[in-house]
Nanobody, 120 residues
Framework: EVQLVESGGGLVQPGGSLRLSCAAS????????MRWVRQAPGKGLEWVSD????????RYADSVKGRFTISRDNAKNTLYLQMASLKPEDTAVYYC?????????????WGQGTQVTVSS
């Protein structure tokens, strides 16, 4: 059974930092690109960041570039999102997902999401 389990969300003040984790199981994690997406209250899904299978290639949405860092530990089957300089507009449910392939708009697997709230 494939599972993607996010953790690390919470309430943080503007300017603060959080690190999200996504534990993967049930598939060969190290062979596939992975992605973070988010959904703010009342809005649609927003792509945040991608990382390739080996971790050597990454890309980011303009809204998070320079503040967020995606990484992965293939030995631990875990995906990360380090978030810094958080803004209220970063408030959202964050999901890790496996895109069908690098750059794809379709997905094979999704996690259940973790809530990030940026507020004073």
């Amino acid at each position: 059974e494939v599972q993607l389990v996010e953790s690390g969300g919470g309430l943080v003040q503007p300017g603060g930092s959080l690190r999200l984790s996504c534990a993967a199981s049930g598939f060969t994690f190290s062979s596939y690109a992975m992605r973070w997406v988010r959904q703010a209250p009342g809005k649609g899904l927003e792509w945040v960041s991608d990382i390739n299978s080996g971790g050597g290639s990454t890309r980011y949405a303009d809204s998070v570039k320079g503040r967020f860092t995606i990484s992965r530990d293939n030995a631990k089957n875990t995906l990360y999102l380090q978030m810094a300089s958080l803004k209220p507009e970063d408030t959202a449910v964050y999901y890790c997902a496996k895109p069908t392939y690098w750059g794809s708009s379709s997905y094979d697997y999704w996690g259940q999401g973790t809530q990030v709230t940026v507020s004073s």
